[in-house]
Nanobody, 123 residues
Framework: QVQLVESGGGSVQAGGSLRLSCAASGRTFRTYAMGWFRQAPGKEREFIASISWSGGLPYYANSVKGRFTISRDNAKNTACLQMNSLKPEDTAVYYC????????????????WGQGTQVTVSS
């Protein structure tokens, strides 16, 4: 029901900013909770942020709280992740995901995933 495509990744110096976008297709996008995850080489996928279907109740991992902001625009079928004050440890492939059930920090609760976009932060 939902297809997701991430964009906006790239390379940036420490302290810089990037804005990731997730374009969704499907008429029921508004009913899905959205989340962002990241995965560095050799490490497990890590929860970053989530937001409810209504755009409320944003939730962040402690590692990014205060630096990253998740948002969504249901009229445009888009979810975004604004990343500020980036650190080298933020380097990873970032994934957008959609959940049919709830907003969650557990990747197993997400039903649809984008292909990922690389974010590289240099020191």
């Amino acid at each position: 029901q939902v297809q997701l495509v991430e964009s906006g990744g790239g390379s940036v110096q420490a302290g810089g900013s990037l804005r990731l976008s997730c374009a969704a297709s499907g008429r029921t996008f508004r009913t899905y909770a959205m989340g962002w995850f990241r995965q560095a080489p050799g490490k497990e996928r890590e929860f970053i942020a989530s937001i409810s279907w209504s755009g409320g109740l944003p939730y962040y991992a402690n590692s990014v709280k205060g630096r990253f902001t998740i948002s969504r625009d249901n009229a445009k079928n888009t979810a975004c992740l604004q990343m500020n004050s980036l650190k080298p440890e933020d380097t990873a492939v970032y994934y957008c995901a959609a959940s049919r059930s709830l907003s969650s920090s557990d990747a197993r609760n997400y039903d649809y995933w984008g292909q990922g976009t690389q974010v590289t932060v240099s020191s």
